[in-house]
């Protein structure tokens, strides 16, 4: 088999590239180790940036988001009680966020895709990327018991976290900065009207909390626990009462409860691998770089490494341009680490760390007040929430 571009992971970072490749008149193989149903079964993010949205739209495959994702103009951080609004369309100068699920943006990407019959393997085992530092990489997997082989020019490394493409980087030529938190989140599901016409960010001395949704029936919750803590001990009823006590009294007096459709304990890390490209492999996503969630960041800086390797590819395979391909991993990595810095700082100030002192609880609760009781502040926080703006690849 042969293609321009093989495509590691049909996440949203490796069906977005695919899309808009395909688009361009850019060959691709999407290359999965999971079955779809597995692939949209995991819930995730849903708060995506207007240069997300702009994208999907640019992709072809904005139509359901349009119709049925929620605009939202700002949201509400809830401190000691009282909620402070951070109104982003009036501190931005007009930019909002789009609640629309990850699930649902993998779902349009999907169909747009097998719409337009562009090839997509699922459930491939052993995929391993070959000679990316050749001119001639290659890609070999095996599907029902035989082995393939898929010849490229580029290979996009969309395979997560725990993918084999930041794996196949000999160690020396990589950089990994890490900080793993001592707690995660407790996500919960279910078909319940949201307590609040927008997003509440808690921070309350049993922890942060999130309430967040998904449509207006169809709600998505958090609360802070420990790293050690098993969602087998959760009951509904004990998440319902948790998630009460964390908020402040109007919003915990209107909380409509429900039974869980899904709930989950997520890690909070935050992690970028420096370079994001080995040859003729490129990194994009949660395979070069990890958010804590607080910032809604994670499905975002999937999105804007896609804008980047695609404007790059489109300008080498139409312009020749193939000295861009050097400047992919530095470009990526100015709006990464800034995204990093937001998703970290926002973490650090609405969670509780048990091992701070009564003097650093102190400076959180005034850095944090200090913020939204300042124009200057509200404006950096709501600056960087809607998504700093993508450099244009020249
Ligand atoms: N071979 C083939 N596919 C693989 C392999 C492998 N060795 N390892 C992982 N994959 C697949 C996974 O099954 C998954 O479908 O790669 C895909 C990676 O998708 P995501 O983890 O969703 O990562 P990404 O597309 O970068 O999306 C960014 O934003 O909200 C955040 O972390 C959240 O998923 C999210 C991300
Ligand atoms: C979500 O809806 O899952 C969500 C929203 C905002 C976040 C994180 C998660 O910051």
New binding site residues.
Partial sequence: MKTQVAI???????LLLGQLLHRAGIDNVI????TPEY?LG?I??GVLEQGMVDLLREAGVGERMDAEGLVHDGFELALDGRLEHINLKALTGGKTVMVYG?TEVTRDLMAARDACGAKSIYQ?DQ?QPHDMKSDSPYITFEKDGESYRLDCDYIAG???????SRQSIPAEVLTEFERVYPFGWLGLLADTPPVHDELIYARHERGFALCSMRSSTRTRYYVQVPATEKVEDWSDERFWDELRSRLPAEQAAKLVTGPSLEKSIAPLRSFVVEPMQYGKLFL????AH?VPPTGAK??NL?ASDVNTLYRILVKVYQEGRTELLEKYSEICLRRIWKAERFSWWMTSMLHDFPENDAFTKRMQQTELEYFVGSEAGRKTIAENYVGLPYEEIK
């Fill in positions: 590691i992971g049909a996440g949203p970072a490796g290359v999965e180790r999971q692939v995991r995730r993010a990850q491939a995929v969309c395979d997560g976290f725990h993918g084999i994009l996503g949660d395979a990890i994670g499905l999937a």
